[in-house]
């Protein structure tokens, strides 16, 4: 089922998001990393290759990519919310930002480079057979658009041979320069993210006689309108916990986030369970649940030891690689 935001397609309006904020996430990481040239120590070439020419050819080339897959794109978001359907809808953002995080820092530098040398090479084929009415199986490809395609390729191919020596460089930026720094607000906005849906989700199965319910209704509008006031609920208090445990020295918050835990526990079995007995089509959320949980229990339950640490890593890591794998199958396999 497509979303829809006051008649707006929710997909349609993150692929115009994402056209319009590419570019401007490529000027900032190439003007804020400490890129040098490798065969040059000249300070003009610098900053008309760095600066200037490498973003410029790559954001061209996102743009290009973007904006000829937007439909594929678009109904790869709406397949992708229905094959992630074991994760509850609550927590779908939750998980959400973690996959960019972890996307934004290793998937997307890596793979820029062969995007603009597929946009590019791509962009002079079109140009070069748009007056191609219709193209057959055994129709060849004329010597002068190959040379056009390798002409267009030059530019993307010289950025990248530029940037790939110093990948190491831009990765060791975004993790030590973005990553590490924000890592603990992350956690708190999660922590605090997740007990507040948690919450939210108890009131809901007593007031609804069950969490199953929720979650196989949640698209429903009446359903949706039913709710609005938990949500209201939900935004405050997640507001309320990144509050107090960025500024309560107290650290009355632990108790919020062990409440949270067993509220999430109890939450998975009674979702498990009463969504078996109920629906034949029942799909369960507790794998998703259970991810979750491991995240908030590694804070509470191992808050003073090192296996803390590894465990709020590990399923933040696990998460936002499931997110990801399974959203480039789906682009993939789209008819």
């Not at 990948?167 to 890592?183: A, K, R, S």
């Not at 956690?187 to 007031?207: C, E, H, K, N, P």
């Not at 590694?298 to 465990?311: K, R």
């Not at 690689?321 to 959203?327: D, N």
Request: some cysteine; glycine content about 4%; hydrophobic content about 55%.
């Amino acid at each position: 089922m497509v979303k829809e935001i006051k008649g707006l397609i929710l997909s349609r309006i993150v692929v115009l998001l994402t056209i319009i904020l590419v570019p401007i996430a490529m000027f900032l990481i190439f003007n804020i990393t400490d890129f040098n040239l490798w065969f040059s120590d000249d300070a003009a070439l610098k900053t008309g290759i760095i600066k200037i020419l490498s973003p410029t050819v790559f954001s061209i080339s996102w743009l290009f990519f973007l904006i000829l897959f937007a439909d594929r794109f678009a109904n790869t978001l709406d397949d992708f919310d229905r094959t992630i359907s074991v994760v509850p809808s609550r927590l779908k953002f939750f998980y959400g930002i973690n996959a960019i995080y972890i996307l934004f820092i290793f998937v997307f530098p890596l793979i820029t480079p062969l995007i603009s040398v597929l946009s590019f090479a791509s962009f002079a084929w079109r140009l070069t057979t748009f007056r191609k009415e219709r193209w057959e199986e055994d129709t060849k490809i004329s010597v002068f658009t190959w040379i056009m395609m390798g002409l267009a390729a030059i530019p993307p191919i010289f950025c990248s041979i530029v940037v790939l020596p110093r990948y190491l460089i831009l990765v060791d930026f975004l993790w030590n320069v973005i990553w590490l720094p924000n890592l603990k607000y992350l956690f708190i906005i999660s922590y605090s993210l997740f007990t507040s849906l948690a919450i939210g989700s108890l009131i809901i199965l007593f007031s609804n006689s069950g969490i199953s319910e929720y979650e196989q209704t949640i698209l429903d509008t009446p359903q949706k309108n039913k709710f609005w006031n938990v949500k209201i609920l939900e935004v405050f208090l997640f507001g309320f916990f990144v509050f107090l445990d960025l500024y309560d020295k107290s650290r009355i918050i632990e108790l919020f986030y062990w409440a949270g835990f067993v509220i999430i526990l109890f939450i998975s079995v009674v979702n498990f369970f009463r969504g078996k007995s109920k629906y034949k089509d029942f799909k369960s959320h507790f794998i998703g649940y259970l991810i979750a949980a491991v995240f908030i229990g590694s804070n509470v339950v191992f808050a003073t030891t090192d296996i803390s640490g590894y465990l709020r890593f590990g399923s933040l890591l696990t998460s936002a690689i499931l997110y990801i794998f399974v959203f480039f199958y789906t682009f993939i396999k789209l008819d």
